[in-house]
Every structure is written in C-alpha cells, then in structure tokens.
C-alpha cells in the first residue's frame, strides 16, 4: 500500500473534478481522483500515490474525520530575468529636432516631422511626402526649426 504524505488544496473545481494540490515540501499537483466532498482552498488532505505522478493521486481525509485549514500562503514573488531588477532601458541620444531643415541626397530638402536617435520621420517639400530616413543619411540645413 503506498504512503500518503500530508498535503493542501490551492484549489478545486467541482464543475470539472479536478484541482491542484500542495504536498509537503511545496510541490504542486494536478489531482482528479478524491475520496472527499466539499473540497475547499487551504485544506489539509492526505495525498495517496504521489510515487506514480499526477495521474495516481487520489485526494483523501485524515482517518478521524477532521477538518484542518492550512494558514493563507504567502503571495508568490515576480519572477524577472537576472540582472534587470531595477534596471531601466537607457534612452539614447535625442534624435534631430522636430521642425529642423534638412536636405536629403536623393529626395531632395524637407523637414523634421519626428526622430529617434537613429532614424528621422521627413516630409519633403517637393513630393509632400514623408518617408523615414536614417539620421546619417540626411544632413541639417539650419539650427533654427522651420515655421
């Protein structure tokens, strides 16, 4: 016969007959089988069968009938990649200025509509287009924006 071990409900759905059990030493376990009603959050079971996996386990009550609560679990901690905790993305550089004329080898001059560090949103006067350019391909004609 095998050993039940001691174990806790996190939770059961009636409507499916199936929920998750804690044993002791904090593994958790899917469980479909049970010997009990009324299954609650927190309480304190007996696990039979945890030897041959989730598909085994059969849900049990301690043999004089009691009913025990476990106290409420502590939350889980946010689990985050090494080394980003507190950390923020560094912003780069500030791209070109909103507004600033710029001329462009092969669409001709326009100006600034929006910028990251590396690439410039231009619309250009000829066309009236606006196309997105790399900063290093457009060169500023003033420092004052255009009006």
């Not at 079971?45 to 996996?53: Q, R, S």
Request: net charge positive.
């Amino acid at each position: 016969m095998a050993k039940a071990v001691e174990g806790t409900i996190i939770w059961y759905r009636e409507k499916f007959a199936r929920g998750v059990v804690m044993i002791e030493g904090g593994r958790r376990y899917m469980f479909t089988k049970t010997e009990l009603e009324d299954l609650e959050p927190r309480l304190k079971v007996l696990v039979k069968n945890v030897a041959k996996g989730p598909a085994g386990i059969v849900i049990k009550g301690y043999e004089d009938g009691r009913r025990e609560f476990a106290p409420e679990p502590k939350p889980m901690p946010i689990r985050r990649p090494a080394g980003t905790a507190g950390k923020r993305k560094k912003r780069g550089e500030p791209g070109i200025a909103h507004g600033l004329s710029v001329v462009h080898p092969q669409f001709g001059q326009g100006f600034v509509v929006s910028s990251t560090p590396k690439m410039a949103r231009v619309r250009f006067t000829e066309t009236g287009e606006e196309r997105s350019c790399r900063i290093s391909t457009v060169r500023v004609l003033d420092a004052q924006p255009a009006t």
